[in-house]
Structures are given as structure tokens and as C-alpha cells.
């Protein structure tokens, strides 16, 4: 076990498990911004899994979940749009710190890969990963008010 | 002592699985399940199983909840147009 693969338990342990007791529990608003945040922690812990297991075909997994993560986050905001009206989720603190945990992530593992095609690969990732957890948080807290009209 | 991504893994599965069918209302099982697909799909890359952890990410993580969502809605519209008819 090296410190990847340990560093990559400590994520899905603390972070991945907080979001499990937060989607299980609480008003429906903590329950989305726990649901946005099991993808933008998921992501970053493949990535670590991906540089331990040393094979850099499973970053693809993470570019999958980098991708689909803020879709799925999107059709929570759009269908619920009605439910979240009346109280709309704040979680600016939480979603930044976890934009931040992807972000140091995946730059530890530029340092690592060092300057190559995977380097490459890792950055789309990692851009994907922070831009659309961002989008998704944004359009959770009210930007989809004026969709739930249409 | 390499076994321990593997044990969290199967906790958080077995935790979030729980809770799926613990939760009574469908729309918040939909975001557990939403959730359930993330978890598994760890689950089977810290089992080396990449092209499974693939399919599952794509299924569960998007299609699965929104199929759930148009059945709620849909089942919930056709309840509220009855109830007018009726009267």
C-alpha cells in the first residue's frame, strides 16, 4: 500500500462517507448539495487510485465521472426546481473546499506524471472537474429559477 | 493492510444501499441512488474492474435518477389531473 492509495482511502473515507450520511439524512436541500459534492470527491479519489494502482487507463474513469457528475447534478436542479424554491441550498464553503481538494489533487499528480500526454489528460480532468462542480452548485442555489417558469 | 481502500469501499456501499431502501420518498431515494452508483463504481475499480466501474459510472451516476424523476413527475401530474376531474 503506498501513499496514493492511501491518501485515495482517506478521501472516500471521510469525504465520500460524510456525503453518504448527508444524502441519507436531513431537508432535501443539504441531500443535493451532499449528492453534488459525492462526485466532486468520487473524482479526485480515482484520480489517486489511478496514480497508486499505476495503471493510467483508470483515469478515464475519473474523466467519466468529471463529465457525468454535474449532468446528473443538472437533472436534480431542473426537476426539483420547484421543491428547492423555497429554500434554496448555500453551500458555498463546502463546494469550494471540495473544488480545492480536486484542484490540489490533480496538480500533486502533474507533479508526478510530470510533462507528457497524461499530463495533458490530467488537466482536461481536472478543468472539467472544478468547472462543473462549480456550474452544478451554482445552478442548485437558484440558477434554474427562471427554468422552473418555463 | 492494502485491503483497506477495499473495506472502506464495501462500507460506503453497504451504508448507502441501506439508506436507499431505508428512505421512504422517491425522490430523495433518487438522489441515494445517485449516490449508490458513484459508491459502487469505486467500489468495483478498487476491485479492478475498470470496464464495469465504466458502465456503472455511465448508468448510474446520470440515467438512472433522471428516469426516476420523469416517472415521479409524470406519476404525479396524471394524480393531480384526476383529482380535478373527480369533483
Redesign the interface.
Known amino acids: ?1 503506498n501513499g496514493w ?1 492511501l491518501a ?2 482517506a478521501v ?2 471521510a469525504g ?2 460524510a ?3 448527508g ?2 439524512t436531513g431537508p ?1 436541500r443539504r ?2 448539495v ?2 453534488n459534492l ?2 466532486a470527491l ?1 473524482c479526485p ?2 484520480l489517486l ?1 489511478a496514480q497508486g ?1 499505476d ?1 493510467p ?2 483515469v ?2 475519473a474523466l ?2 468529471a463529465l ?2 454535474p ?2 447534478t443538472l ?2 436542479a431542473r ?2 426546481a420547484g ?1 428547492l424554491a423555497g429554500d434554496p441550498p448555500r453551500a458555498r464553503a463546502l463546494t469550494r473546499s471540495a473544488a480545492g481538494l480536486g484542484a490540489g489533487v490533480v496538480l500533486a499528480l502533474c507533479v508526478a506524471v510530470g510533462p507528457s500526454r497524461a499530463l495533458l489528460k490530467l488537466l482536461v480532468v481536472g478543468v472539467l472537474l472544478v468547472g462543473g462542480n462549480l456550474l452544478a452548485s451554482r445552478a442548485l442555489s437558484g440558477g434554474m429559477a427562471g427554468a422552473r417558469r418555463g | 493492510m492494502g485491503e483497506a481502500v477495499i473495506v472502506v469501499a464495501l462500507l460506503l456501499v453497504a451504508v448507502s444501499a441501506t439508506a436507499a431502501v431505508a428512505v421512504r420518498d422517491p425522490v430523495r431515494q433518487s438522489l441515494v441512488l445517485a449516490v449508490l452508483g458513484v459508491v459502487l463504481a469505486v467500489l468495483f475499480t478498487v476491485l479492478q474492474a475498470p470496464d464495469v466501474a465504466l458502465s456503472q459510472l455511465a448508468v448510474g451516476s446520470a440515467l438512472t435518477p433522471l428516469l426516476l424523476l420523469l416517472t415521479v413527475r409524470k406519476v404525479k401530474r396524471r394524480g393531480r389531473r384526476r383529482r380535478e376531474n373527480e369533483p
Open positions: 500500500m492509495i485515495a482511502t472516500l473515507g465520500v462517507g456525503t453518504v450520511w444524502v441519507a432535501l441531500r443535493v451532499a449528492q459525492s462526485t468520487a479519489a480515482l487510485l494502482y495503471r487507463a483508470y478515464d474513469l467519466v465521472l457525468l457528475g449532468v446528473g437533472v436534480f426537476l426539483l421543491e
